[in-house]
Each structure stands twice: as C-alpha cells, then as structure tokens.
C-alpha cells in the first residue's frame, strides 16, 4: 500500500532500484554476447577458408619456385594427400554432423580428381610437366570455386586446419 502511493522508504527505493538495474545489466549482457558470438561465428568462417586458400596458394607457389617437374609433380601430390588424409581423420570425429560430412564428401571427390589428373590414372590423362604450374593454379581456383559452394561448419573447418598443420 505504501509502494502504490509512493512512500516506500529510502532503502528498500535502493533494492529495487539495484533488483532492476541488474535485470537490464543481464538483459544487455546476454544481448552483448549473443551479437559477439555471431560475429565470432562469421570471423571463424572467413579465415577458416582464407586459411583453407592460403594452404593451396602455398602449395602453387612452392610449385612455382621448383624448377624439377618430379618435384613440381611430388609437392602437389603430398599436399593433395595431407588435404585428404585431414579430411578422413575430420569425417570420422563425431563431432561432425550428417551434413558436413556431405560436404566433406564432396571435398574429398574434387581433390581424389586432381590427384588422379596429377597422376593419370582413374580415367585421367597425366598432367604433363610443362602443365604443373597452370594444374597448381587450376587447383587453387577449384579449391576456391569449392569453397563457395560447399558448405562445412566453422567447427569442422577449424578441425580440418588443425589437422593439417599438424600433417605439415
């Protein structure tokens, strides 16, 4: 009754006041993080695959500067097969979803293609050696084509960096 005309005493006005301050102070708080954790979620995807690029740019460019077609032939090759070594080790985590592993799956097809381009076999002519630069920089728009196209989650993106600098 007191409250309704306005006469609350001094110490209880201060509870309240302190019971809503913290209610809005939470209020902002959750919003705070919520909008930090989609930004995070959005940043992890972007440098997920800058990172996934960088991995095949490096390998174009190490092809570049070798001069030996064999050597050209084996840093494609191994790079290939880190790539899908780290695949087949993300696939079978279970934190990997249904859907990510369908994506995975369609990761692991392109590269087992350039393999077997690199390669000639699987039905494939082999790459000639004067060809390796142009297949290293064919190699790398694929991987970015892919990128835009598959989809794989931050989680599963990150597992598959780890695990490539760990291969490496």
Do not use: W
């Amino acid at each position: 009754m007191l409250r309704s005309r306005g006469l609350i005493d001094p110490v209880s006005r201060r509870a309240l006041h302190h019971e809503r301050g913290a209610a809005d102070m939470l209020k902002r708080t959750a919003l705070l993080a919520t909008v930090m954790m989609c930004v995070l979620v959005y940043a992890g995807v972007a440098v997920g695959q800058d990172n996934l690029q960088s991995y095949f740019n490096d390998t174009a460019c190490k092809v570049k500067a070798t001069a030996d077609p064999s050597q050209k032939r084996a840093i494609l090759g191994e790079r290939l097969e880190n790539m899908l070594k780290a695949l087949n080790r993300v696939e079978s985590s279970p934190l990997v979803s249904d859907e990510d592993r369908a994506g995975i799956d369609r990761y692991k097809a392109i590269l087992q293609e350039r393999q077997n381009e690199l390669a000639g076999t699987g039905g494939y002519d082999r790459v000639p050696d004067g060809q390796l630069n142009a297949f290293s920089d064919f190699v790398v728009q694929d991987m970015e084509q892919a990128g835009r196209t598959i989809t794989i989650s931050v989680v599963v993106l990150l597992l598959i960096i780890i695990i490539v600098i760990l291969l490496l």
